[in-house]
């Protein structure tokens, strides 16, 4: 353990009183959206929600393009996202000239990887998802991204992520831990997906983690591991590359877990260099300028400069002067374990195509 981090772990643990009073702010909100004193709103139309009870990567995005991917040959779908740092406010649709800073990073990748999707953003979802039926009549599903712990929204089917790494039973509230709602909360999902375990989980970590959970009798956890695709250029998706361990590679990464990639690229890459940034960062003519100088420091034959799928969304910007560059995305998607993915599958095209309106949820 570094000086930074046990800097970092030290002073969190001195902000433990404010953590206390969060939480106790966080369990009354709860207990009075339990008793329908804050009222909640739910709709005649399937909406699912994905989202955490932690801050940080839980993979929530690709876990959206996983419900994308499976969902959307079938049925007419939309996303619904707040739009994190988007230069915009309010009710906005995704359309063929819209950019990042109109409806953030991850709305744009959605909208990017999935044209036939209708994507929008709304910091207020309960009055955005109108808007979003009126423009589309025809809609059939609507996903909710990062909405767990905004309950002003009740959704049919809501899906909770929660890293094999640090489990929400074992982390405390913010600032001292990184829960942004308490463990109870758990209870309103009705699928517990266990991200970033290790390919090779055994049965009995297996066990060890439900164990830990608790999960309902009628709740349902997955077990889901990273699995990277094939780079392709920032500028275009028909340019794959296979990384060998003959590249050197610059890392441009501003999201917030980047530890697997990085492990990724320790094991295929003969070196990697990292330039990281802020979650969700808004990259700079500066930065670019940065990011190529520090490119060129690299003096091996095989070098390329490496970046996420949401980090690229806000750097094609400069498209113009990163055609010339061997400037690479790296995608990444959820594979189910234990061979349980038909089994989420059909939960969740069933409940679109068997949904029943319960106001009284």
Not at 250 to 272: D, R, S
Request: aromatic share 10%; hydrophobic share 45%.
């Amino acid at each position: 353990m570094n000086f930074n981090t046990i800097f970092l772990t030290s002073f969190r643990v001195l902000l433990l009183p404010i953590a206390v009073v969060y939480g106790l702010i966080i369990m009354i909100r709860n207990r009075l959206f339990d008793k329908k004193i804050i009222a909640s709103a739910a709709f005649n139309f399937p909406v699912i929600c994905v989202g955490n009870i932690a801050v940080g990567g839980t993979g929530k995005s690709p876990m959206v393009e996983y419900l994308l991917e499976l969902l959307s040959p079938h049925f007419k779908m939309a996303t619904l996202s707040r739009g994190y740092k988007r230069k915009t406010k309010g009710y906005a649709l995704a359309n063929s000239t819209t950019t990042a800073l109109e409806i953030g990073d991850e709305p744009m990748q959605f909208a990017t990887k999935f044209p036939q999707v209708a994507v929008a953003v709304g910091e207020d979802r309960i009055v955005a998802i109108p808007y979003l039926l009126q423009d589309h009549p025809a809609l059939e599903a609507i996903i909710l991204d990062d909405a767990f712990q905004h309950r002003t929204v009740r959704a049919g089917f809501n899906i909770l992520l929660t890293d094999y790494n640090n489990l929400y039973t074992k982390d405390f509230f913010l600032p001292t831990g990184d829960l942004r709602d308490e463990w109870a909360a758990a209870k309103r999902a009705e699928v517990i997906i266990v991200t970033k375990c290790p390919p090779q989980l055994s049965t009995t970590e297996k066990a060890t983690v439900l164990r830990e959970l608790k999960p309902l009798p009628l709740q349902r956890v997955f077990f889901s591991t990273i699995e990277y695709g094939i780079p392709y250029h920032i500028c275009n998706r028909e340019l794959p590359l296979n990384i060998t361990t003959k590249y050197e590679v610059l890392l441009v990464c501003g999201i917030a877990n980047p530890k697997p990639l990085k492990e990724f690229l320790l094991h295929h890459t003969h070196a990697y260099y990292q330039q990281d940034y802020a979650d969700h960062h808004i990259f700079s003519v500066d930065d670019l300028v940065e990011i190529k100088e520090k490119f060129s420091q690299i003096t091996a034959d095989k070098k390329l400069i490496l970046t996420t799928e949401k980090d690229a969304m806000r750097l094609i910007k400069y498209r113009d002067e990163l055609l010339n560059i061997p400037f690479y995305v790296m995608p990444i998607k959820h594979t189910i374990l234990f061979n349980e993915g038909a089994q989420l599958d059909e939960m969740l095209v069933q409940f679109i195509r068997n949904f029943t309106f319960n106001p009284s949820l």
